[in-house]
């Protein structure tokens, strides 16, 4: 008896009313599951999202919601093993689910680490730098980042069911904004799998996830200017959704990563004998068989030297001969089936398409050998090799895409050939040079990023570590021009700021440091008869000030400091070197004014000022020569606490504007130190 699927909205878990959708074992082909929405209130999931979810996310810091994601991660991780047992039904192997589950929970983990270190300990970030924009300096401007007070609507693929949702939400939780989830239909059962435990572990405010394993029915009719829709998957069914009246109407944020012609190219001097080569012909095997070719990054279209085709095409026939496709319960099966026999389907209706133009040159379109399986009720398919002869004037492989184990290759005379057939799939998710010529690889890369959304140059060197033409990463920038989408997601705290307004700000410099909670130059400031090194981590306030007294820079300081450091440069040593140079005599060496600056400011007694922790946007503004005279203005920049830690005493991290002054109040230097601060808690 088929297992109906069952949503969770509005902080219950229901099934849907109706027939609903029939779920099949990729593998036998018997139904497993039923999944349908029917019956959900889901303008009422909106509003939950918006009323619940959100505030709480809101209240919550970037560093609070970054140890947040650290713990689901970690809950997950432990469960992991349960994911791969049910991961198995959709065709996947072992190494599919790998990518699948790991990949996802491995998403968490980077933007929980990112977010505590790239991001402030507060519910909003301070964009760029101050923009001056009256002359005297009262009236400036400055951007701020805050959550949007909406919901970020996922609508995922079937080939990743699991990562398609961690990837995402780790981002738009991070920024503070709640998600409802609709995984494609085929694949849901796992993604209802992972959910359950998420909702169980009760790591996520109430509010902050739902999902919907059926149809999305009329959701998109709700949404409103502060929410985000994101989509991945086919391209035409993300331009129907991105057409949707109520996203035009509403100017809703829209972001699609869609499938795309991938392409990988083979430089001029990977010959047979070569490093490079084998790593070509690995590499285009693998992303032609990981996934059965299920992936959006998948190598689509193979760009070789034309006098390396043959040699191209033999070496690949002899790689697929090994690959053995069954059920990937039985050991040594390296493939698995597609998704589902819909997809069998269309792949090979696809197929037929690009053979109007191409030869096979490897698979058979009606059969398939397996292992531990019946090839005609799984959703088993060959792999499938086809050669363009004329890829210029033929466009169906720049048009045509199968979304399974199928690729065709092309052959280039020139690097600019090569470039041009890259760039005519009309936008790529992704493009990859395997080449030990740094030359090519600049003249390809250049020539063709423009039609991609991230290149991968591998050769010899970097091969061992290298994450492969096909594994989008979090730090990095995924999506692409044109067919890709035209979307871009993840890229680190580029990401992030997709799920978040930008602000400017207008008003007096201490107005916006009272709003941002970080000092502006020119804000009213506070001087205390406490030296502020005296004061714990609580204790000190943006904007608390000291005023040091001066020190008159002596040719002795400039010698001495040459002996100590060993930097004998003509400038501060040799006055006879500096006729038509920029100095009028000798000169202090930069890093001794800032070491006077800090024999200035710091407090030498033993207090809650645990270490120096580093030094930022240091800044030579004007020479100091001998009998100038310096001083130092410091100020609190901004605070933030570190977590606490078994062993470690309580601290947080404070960052100190340092303006270092003449005698004539002309800035000579600027910097940004920070101090590690006990805390009295």
């Given at each position: 008896?088929?297992?109906?699927?069952?949503?969770?909205?509005?902080?219950?878990?229901?099934?849907?009313?109706?027939?609903?959708?029939?779920?099949?074992?990729?593998?036998?082909?018997?139904?497993?599951?039923?999944?349908?929405?029917?019956?959900?209130?889901?303008?009422?999931?909106?509003?939950?999202?918006?009323?619940?979810?959100?505030?709480?996310?809101?209240?919550?810091?970037?560093?609070?919601?970054?140890?947040?994601?650290?713990?689901?991660?970690?809950?997950?991780?432990?469960?992991?093993?349960?994911?791969?047992?049910?991961?198995?039904?959709?065709?996947?192997?072992?190494?599919?689910?790998?990518?699948?589950?790991?990949?996802?929970?491995?998403?968490?983990?980077?933007?929980?680490?990112?977010?505590?270190?790239?991001?402030?300990?507060?519910?909003?970030?301070?964009?760029?730098?101050?923009?001056?924009?009256?002359?005297?300096?009262?009236?400036?401007?400055?951007?701020?980042?805050?959550?949007?007070?909406?919901?970020?609507?996922?609508?995922?693929?079937?080939?990743?069911?699991?990562?398609?949702?961690?990837?995402?939400?780790?981002?738009?939780?991070?920024?503070?904004?709640?998600?409802?989830?609709?995984?494609?239909?085929?694949?849901?059962?796992?993604?209802?799998?992972?959910?359950?435990?998420?909702?169980?572990?009760?790591?996520?405010?109430?509010?902050?996830?739902?999902?919907?394993?059926?149809?999305?029915?009329?959701?998109?009719?709700?949404?409103?200017?502060?929410?985000?829709?994101?989509?991945?998957?086919?391209?035409?069914?993300?331009?129907?959704?991105?057409?949707?009246?109520?996203?035009?109407?509403?100017?809703?944020?829209?972001?699609?990563?869609?499938?795309?012609?991938?392409?990988?190219?083979?430089?001029?001097?990977?010959?047979?004998?070569?490093?490079?080569?084998?790593?070509?012909?690995?590499?285009?095997?693998?992303?032609?068989?990981?996934?059965?070719?299920?992936?959006?990054?998948?190598?689509?279209?193979?760009?070789?030297?034309?006098?390396?085709?043959?040699?191209?095409?033999?070496?690949?026939?002899?790689?697929?001969?090994?690959?053995?496709?069954?059920?990937?319960?039985?050991?040594?099966?390296?493939?698995?089936?597609?998704?589902?026999?819909?997809?069998?389907k269309d792949v090979k209706a696809k197929v037929k398409e690009l053979m109007n133009a191409c030869e096979?040159?490897?698979?058979?379109?009606?059969?398939?050998?397996?292992?531990?399986?019946?090839?005609?009720?799984?959703?088993?398919?060959?792999?499938?090799?086809?050669?363009?002869?004329?890829?210029?004037?033929?466009?169906?492989?720049?048009?045509?895409?199968?979304?399974?184990?199928?690729?065709?290759?092309?052959?280039?005379?020139?690097?600019?050939?090569?470039?041009?057939?890259?760039?005519?799939?009309?936008?790529?998710?992704?493009?990859?040079?395997?080449?030990?010529?740094?030359?090519?690889?600049?003249?390809?890369?250049?020539?063709?990023?423009?039609?991609?959304?991230?290149?991968?140059?591998?050769?010899?060197?970097?091969?061992?570590?290298?994450?492969?033409?096909?594994?989008?990463?979090?730090?990095?920038?995924?999506?692409?021009?044109?067919?890709?989408?035209?979307?871009?997601?993840?890229?680190?705290?580029?990401?992030?700021?997709?799920?978040?307004?930008?602000?400017?700000?207008?008003?007096?410099?201490?107005?916006?440091?009272?709003?941002?909670?970080?000092?502006?130059?020119?804000?009213?400031?506070?001087?205390?008869?406490?030296?502020?090194?005296?004061?714990?981590?609580?204790?000190?306030?943006?904007?608390?000030?000291?005023?040091?007294?001066?020190?008159?820079?002596?040719?002795?300081?400039?010698?001495?400091?040459?002996?100590?450091?060993?930097?004998?440069?003509?400038?501060?040593?040799?006055?006879?070197?500096?006729?038509?140079?920029?100095?009028?005599?000798?000169?202090?060496?930069?890093?001794?004014?800032?070491?006077?600056?800090?024999?200035?400011?710091?407090?030498?007694?033993?207090?809650?000022?645990?270490?120096?922790?580093?030094?930022?946007?240091?800044?030579?503004?004007?020479?100091?020569?001998?009998?100038?005279?310096?001083?130092?203005?410091?100020?609190?920049?901004?605070?933030?606490?570190?977590?606490?830690?078994?062993?470690?005493?309580?601290?947080?991290?404070?960052?100190?504007?340092?303006?270092?002054?003449?005698?004539?109040?002309?800035?000579?230097?600027?910097?940004?130190?920070?101090?590690?601060?006990?805390?009295?808690?």
């Amino acid at each position: 008896m088929p297992v109906k699927l069952k949503n969770f909205s509005q902080g219950n878990w229901s099934e849907g009313t109706g027939s609903g959708t029939a779920i099949f074992h990729a593998v036998t082909g018997d139904q497993l599951y039923i999944a349908s929405s029917e019956g959900l209130d889901f303008k009422g999931m909106l509003d939950y999202a918006r009323k619940t979810g959100g505030p709480k996310l809101r209240r919550m810091t970037f560093h609070e919601r970054a140890r947040m994601l650290k713990a689901l991660a970690m809950h997950l991780n432990e469960k992991k093993k349960d994911f791969y047992s049910i991961s198995a039904v959709t065709g996947a192997t072992k190494t599919d689910s790998w990518i699948d589950i790991d990949g996802g929970i491995g998403n968490l983990f980077v933007y929980a680490s990112k977010g505590r270190r790239e991001l402030p300990d507060e519910t909003f970030y301070v964009d760029g730098n101050m923009e001056m924009i009256s002359k005297g300096g009262t009236f400036v401007g400055h951007h701020i980042c805050v959550p949007l007070e909406g919901v970020a609507i996922h609508i995922n693929a079937f080939n990743f069911p699991v990562w398609g949702m961690l990837e995402k939400i780790a981002v738009n939780l991070l920024a503070g904004v709640p998600a409802i989830v609709k995984p494609a239909t085929a694949t849901s059962f796992l993604t209802e799998v992972v959910t359950r435990e998420i909702i169980s572990s009760s790591i996520l405010p109430e509010g902050a996830l739902q999902l919907i394993c059926g149809s999305a029915g009329n959701l998109l009719e709700h949404v409103t200017c502060q929410d985000v829709v994101t989509f991945t998957g086919s391209a035409e069914t993300g331009k129907m959704l991105k057409r949707h009246p109520a996203v035009i109407e509403n100017s809703v944020r829209f972001n699609m990563e869609a499938d795309s012609l991938n392409c990988c190219i083979l430089g001029t001097d990977a010959t047979p004998d070569t490093e490079e080569f084998k790593l070509f012909i690995k590499e285009v095997t693998r992303e032609m068989t990981v996934k059965a070719g299920q992936k959006c990054t998948a190598i689509r279209r193979t760009i070789v030297p034309a006098n390396l085709a043959d040699a191209v095409l033999n070496a690949l026939k002899e790689k697929l001969k090994n690959n053995v496709i069954g059920d990937p319960a039985v050991e040594g099966v390296r493939m698995g089936p597609l998704a589902n026999l819909g997809q069998v389907k269309d792949v090979k209706a696809k197929v037929k398409e690009l053979m109007n133009a191409c030869e096979l040159v490897y698979g058979d379109l009606e059969n398939v050998e397996v292992v531990g399986a019946d090839s005609k009720r799984g959703a088993f398919m060959s792999s499938m090799l086809l050669f363009c002869n004329d890829p210029f004037k033929k466009k169906e492989p720049h048009e045509v895409e199968a979304f399974g184990p199928v690729n065709t290759v092309m052959s280039y005379k020139t690097s600019a050939e090569a470039a041009e057939l890259a760039k005519m799939g009309k936008g790529s998710l992704v493009g990859s040079v395997f080449t030990a010529d740094d030359t090519f690889a600049k003249e390809v890369v250049l020539g063709s990023a423009s039609m991609h959304g991230r290149m991968v140059v591998i050769n010899r060197h970097c091969a061992a570590e290298s994450t492969g033409h096909g594994s989008p990463l979090p730090h990095l920038v995924h999506g692409g021009p044109g067919r890709a989408g035209g979307g871009e997601e993840m890229g680190g705290m580029r990401g992030v700021k997709h799920y978040m307004q930008r602000t400017a700000l207008q008003g007096s410099p201490t107005t916006l440091m009272h709003i941002m909670n970080t000092y502006l130059p020119g804000a009213e400031t506070k001087e205390d008869i406490i030296h502020p090194f005296r004061k714990y981590f609580e204790e000190i306030q943006v904007g608390d000030t000291l005023v040091t007294h001066r020190r008159t820079v002596t040719e002795a300081d400039i010698v001495n400091f040459a002996g100590i450091s060993g930097d004998f440069f003509y400038a501060h040593t040799d006055e006879t070197a500096l006729e038509g140079s920029i100095f009028e005599k000798r000169v202090a060496h930069g890093y001794f004014v800032i070491a006077a600056a800090a024999g200035l400011f710091v407090d030498p007694k033993k207090g809650p000022v645990l270490a120096n922790y580093g030094l930022d946007n240091l800044r030579f503004t004007q020479p100091v020569y001998v009998g100038d005279t310096i001083g130092v203005k410091l100020t609190c920049k901004t605070k933030t606490k570190k977590e606490n830690r078994e062993g470690q005493i309580p601290q947080g991290v404070v960052e100190w504007d340092v303006v270092v002054s003449n005698q004539r109040n002309e800035t000579v230097a600027v910097e940004t130190v920070l101090t590690l601060v006990a805390s009295k808690q």
